[in-house]
T-cell receptor
């Protein structure tokens, strides 16, 4: 069972570079989201989507863009990376009905911005 | 933004001891969940709670949804070395967007054999 798959697992960028973190899920989940995890800060919501074609901002959306063209994929884009975006990024999904809040997480993408 | 206060931040215990951690907030939650994260991996759901007062067990783990809807606790009985990890509480606010969770900052558990 693949579940939620994130790529890449590790990435090093220079300030100002752009990149996309990929996220795919094979559980036919309507809800997908991106969190960042920083030491001592827990997980903070960046963007989320309740279905294809619908996205919205979370707690810390600045510097990130998302799109949801299919149910399966939810990429996270950094247009101009900054050192403050050094973090571990987690993609998560849920069925969005009944099992409210029961998120399934990917293994994470560790990003370092120099 | 909304905050969950999770305590303790870290625990160092002997194998076989019981563990207790909790989360509190000034806001009311519809759902409380407890996740465990091991090094290099994403959080994995341990227990989900949906009703005030609900007490749910999963093996050696027991969690409760507080009566006021503003708190939750997780107990681990007879700890073992594989219990090591970071435990996160998470909640969905009453009136919040479905699926959006607020996470506590985590409790790092270390177990000495």
């Amino acid at each position: 069972n693949a579940g939620v798959t994130q790529t890449p697992k590790f990435q090093v960028l220079k300030t100002g570079q752009s990149m996309t973190l990929q996220c795919a899920q094979d559980m036919n989940h309507e809800y997908m989201s991106w969190y960042r995890q920083d030491p001592g800060m827990g997980l903070r919501l960046i963007h989320y989507s309740v279905g294809a074609g619908i996205t919205d901002q979370g707690e810390v959306p600045n510097g990130y863009n998302v799109s949801r063209s299919t149910t399966e994929d939810f990429p996270l884009r950094l247009l101009s990376a900054a050192p403050s975006q050094t973090s571990v990024y987690f993609c998560a999904s849920s069925s969005g009905s009944g099992d409210t809040g029961e998120l399934f997480f990917g293994e994470g993408s560790r990003l370092t911005v120099l | 933004g909304q905050q969950l206060n999770q305590s303790p931040q870290s625990m160092f215990i002997q194998e076989g001891e019981d563990v207790s951690m909790n989360c509190t907030s000034s806001s009311i939650f519809n759902t409380w969940l407890w996740y465990k994260q091991e090094p290099g991996e994403g959080p994995v759901l341990l227990i989900a709670l949906y009703k005030a007062g609900e007490l749910t067990s999963n093996g050696r783990l027991t969690a409760q949804f507080g009566i006021t809807r503003k708190d939750s606790f997780l107990n681990i009985s007879a700890s073992i070395p594989s219990d090591v990890g970071i435990y996160f509480c998470a909640g969905q606010l009453r009136g919040g967007s479905q699926g959006n969770l607020i996470f506590g900052k985590g409790t790092k558990l270390s177990v000495k054999p």
